[in-house]
Structure formats: C-alpha cells, structure tokens
C-alpha cells in the first residue's frame, strides 16, 4: 500500500526504484537513500559510488517497488532506456510489459517513440521534465556549463567579445544575462515583439530572426537555444571561420553540422549539461519535483 504523501515520515514507507540514467540518478538514488527513504535501483551495475540497493533482476525491481523514477532522457535511441551505467541494454518494451498498475512512474523528456509504447501498454506515468519549477531550476547549471565552455573553447576572453544569443527562452533569458555581466556585447535572436521589447529594455541588442544576417557575420560566439536548425548553410556561410558556435538545444540540434564541418567552424552540441557539471544540484531538483508530484498525484 502507498504511503500518505501528506507526510514526510510516511513517504519513507514507500519503496523507490531508480532505474538507468546517468550521474544525476545515481545522485538521486544517494539523496533517498541518505534521507531515510527505501529506494533501490536497476540499470547501474558500473556505478560505483551509488549507496543504495542494486538488482540485476529487472522483473524483482519491479516488484519491490512502488514508485519507478526514470532518466532524462528517458530514451536516446529507439527503444532502449538511457543508461549510462548499465552493463546491458534495458529495453523499454520490457520494462513496460512488467508494469502493473499500482506503481507510481515519473519519467524524465519522453520522445515520440517511447509515448507510442507507454500507450501501447496502457501506461500512466507523469513527466516531471514538463514541471514549470523543475525546468526553471535545471535551467542553472545549463547556463552555467555554457559559460564554461564559452570560456574554455575560445582563445579570448568573454568580456568585450560579440555574442549572439539564439532563442529568448528559459535559458536565452538567463544566458543573456551572465554574458552581460561578464561584460559580453549582447545580441538576442526572438521573434516575438515582446520579447525583443525585454531583450532591449534589459540593455542589449535585440535582433528579429528575419534580420539575423544582418548580425551573424560579426559574432565571435554563437549560442543557440532552439530546438530547429536555424543554422543552416545559408547562415553559416556569414559565420566567421574563427568565431565558436555553442548548440544548446535537444536532438537533433538546430546547426547544419557538415556544412560547419565543412567550413571549419568550431562546434560543440553539449547535450545533457546539468547530469556532467552539477549532478548533484540536478539530483536535488528532480528529487523535490518528484516529492511535490507525488502529493498532487
């Protein structure tokens, strides 16, 4: 039987399975375990320094649990669970066939794939990467990781260098501003007129996508935060072949990469920022975004 979620205590009675993911699940397994709560987890055979409960059985994690915390992404490829740490595939049509209704399931940044199978199998879970809260917080150490590859993938400084910001979002809004501070000429890309209204009366550049070309020609660093490839060869062909672009956004990115190959401009994709730089920040937001569901749930 479940607990009741109106009480910390008996939240404890519950029984957690972790299963796949990367360092922010192996943190979040470290954080229920040191905080009282049962938890054990599946898929994390090669994590050395997680705490809690390893079963190799995923049919015996299934039935120990009550609720099933699962990664961000959920998916990476087609019906394979993300597990950095797993010594075997974990295959989300086996996971879901040994489901049953009672259990509790909060997965992280599910794809189309993964949606199509859940209804296959009649499965009720809750997204928690859709949590306003959550997205807002785990928007930190994405800005943060940026700023340090902006550092650390140029040869001078941030300060006084033109960078243009693409997308005026969770993090274009935060990017913008530790690029101002540290003392960055400012361009933000938007579409919308209130957006551009904001970028503008926070004292940088705004720049309407349609004019883009206008601008992209003199940026020493590019970052985009849009889920489309904005980028493309028409664009990338005003680049300068010495300036860095930095991609931000999910699969599969918004940047013509052959052609930036082609051309020689320095690229990175960095996907899934939070799990390498602040594993621990990112376990905690996930942790007290789970807990808030599971009283609303």
């Known amino acids: 039987m479940l607990c009741n979620v109106d009480s910390k205590e008996g939240c404890k009675t519950m029984n957690f399975l972790i299963i796949g993911g990367d360092d922010r699940l192996v943190e979040l397994a470290n954080i229920l375990f040191g905080k009282g ?11 050395a320094n997680c705490l809690a409960e390893k079963i190799k059985s995923l049919e015996e994690a299934v039935v120990k649990c009550d609720v099933i915390i699962g990664p961000i992404p959920f998916s990476k490829e087609a019906n394979k669970l993300y597990s ?10 086996n996971l879901f066939s040994k489901i049953t209704p009672d259990k509790k399931l909060y997965f992280g940044a599910m794809n189309k794939n993964s949606r199509e199978l859940a209804e296959k199998y009649n499965i009720k879970y809750i997204d928690y990467h859709h949590d306003e809260s959550y997205q807002i917080l785990n928007t930190i ?6 700023v340090a590859l902006m550092v650390s993938e140029t040869e001078t400084t941030v300060f006084g260098s033109s960078v243009l910001i693409m997308g005026y979002g969770r993090i274009g809004k935060l990017l913008s501003e ?4 540290l003392g960055a000429k400012v361009y933000v890309e938007a579409r919308k007129d209130e957006d551009l209204t904001w970028i503008k009366s926070k004292g940088m550049n705004a720049v ?21 490839v904005l980028l493309d060869e028409s664009k990338l062909e005003l680049v300068k072949k010495d300036a860095f672009i930095l991609d931000l ?31 621990k920040s990112a376990a905690e937001y996930i942790f007290n975004t789970v807990l808030k569901l599971l009283k609303v749930d």
């Open 37 to 47: 709560y049962n938890v054990y987890v599946h898929g994390m055979e090669r994590a």
């Open 84 to 93: 950095s740490y797993s010594e075997e595939s974990i295959e989300i049509d």
């Open 141 to 146: 150490p994405t800005v943060e990781g940026a």
């Open 178 to 181: 530790y690029a101002k501070a």
């Open 208 to 228: 309407h996508l349609d004019d883009l070309q206008e601008y992209i020609g003199f940026m020493d660093i590019i970052v985009n935060t849009v889920p489309a």
């Open 249 to 279: 956004a999910s699969l599969p990115g918004g940047v013509d990469y052959s052609f930036a190959k082609q051309k020689g401009i320095k690229t990175i994709h960095a996907l899934g920022i939070p799990g390498k730089i602040a594993a």
